[in-house]
């Protein structure tokens, strides 16, 4: 028994060791712009992540020290855990299965459409007092500054790979047909009716287009790039939780069987 309750010590401090994937994908998700003006994502994972460790924790004492009602609290947690893990993995993914850009003709970079992301993702931002916070945040942010002192040239912005966010908050739609001055100074439109967003651009340097759809549009956009990626990460760490998780739950009935199987030998005697 006492070797099979070190391999259950081992393995669970392999567990503890999984979860800074998890929790270092929440601390990621927080230090991101648009996320840290969002705060959605970020602190589920980073508590799942401690409970991951905790409950492991649990595992690697109960094991080492051979408690058994810390194995059994182990065992009944870690499944509870695996279970919350494989529902946020799934849910990210399928809240995050809808929203690519468009192209635009002569133009690197790429628009965004708020219609194009799922139902979930749209009513964080659609809701005005949601927005108003948000977009407090964003614009308080150096992201459309920096494009004034990496791009002069008209020719030169739109070759520019920008991010979703820059390309939604920090410039009007291109379909609205404006005349680049700088990378957020913009004159006479062709085609004011073409989006309602052509009316809401301004090139007041404090509000530009962070009260447009497209704005909204490229952060829910930056959201499901970064999203996705933390989903990976998620998913990798689920596969090598599950395989921990079973052998531990083959070491723990290895246990209990040579425990009987003593039990029986004293008897016997």
């Not at 595992?59 to 020290?65: E, K, T």
């Not at 599950?242 to 199987?261: H, M, W």
Request: proline fraction near 3%; hydrophobic fraction near 45%; glycine fraction near 6%.
């Amino acid at each position: 028994m006492a070797l099979s309750n070190n391999v259950i010590g081992a393995i669970n401090f392999v567990a503890m060791l999984l979860s800074i994937p998890i929790i270092g994908a929440g601390i990621w998700l927080a230090t991101e712009q648009d996320n840290s003006c969002v705060k959605i994502l970020q602190w589920p994972v980073i508590i799942l992540g401690i409970l991951i460790l905790i409950v492991a924790l649990a595992g690697f004492i109960g094991g080492f020290w051979r408690i058994p009602w810390l194995l059994v609290f182990y065992l009944v947690a870690m499944l509870v855990v695996i279970v919350l893990l494989v529902v946020l993995v799934v849910f990210v993914y399928m809240v995050t299965i809808r929203g690519s850009g468009h192209i635009e003709p002569s133009r690197a970079y790429l628009e965004y459409r708020l219609d194009d992301f799922s139902g979930w993702l749209r009513r964080r931002v659609q809701r005005s007092y949601k927005w108003d916070r948000i977009r407090s945040c964003l614009s308080s942010t150096s992201m459309c500054a920096e494009l004034n002192q990496s791009y002069r040239m008209a020719q030169d912005f739109f070759n520019a790979h920008l991010t979703p966010l820059q390309s939604g908050c920090c410039k009007p739609p291109t379909q609205c047909g404006y005349t680049f001055v700088n990378p957020t100074y913009w004159i006479s439109p062709i085609n004011n009716a073409a989006d309602m967003d052509c009316l809401q651009w301004s090139n007041d340097q404090t509000q530009l287009c962070y009260s447009c759809d497209s704005c909204k549009a490229g952060l829910l956009a930056n959201l499901r790039k970064e999203w996705r990626r933390a989903d990976i990460v998620m998913i990798i760490t689920l596969v090598a939780l599950i395989s921990v998780y079973l052998i531990g739950c083959c070491a723990f009935r290895n246990a209990k069987t040579e425990d009987l199987f003593r039990k029986y030998q004293q008897g016997y005697t």
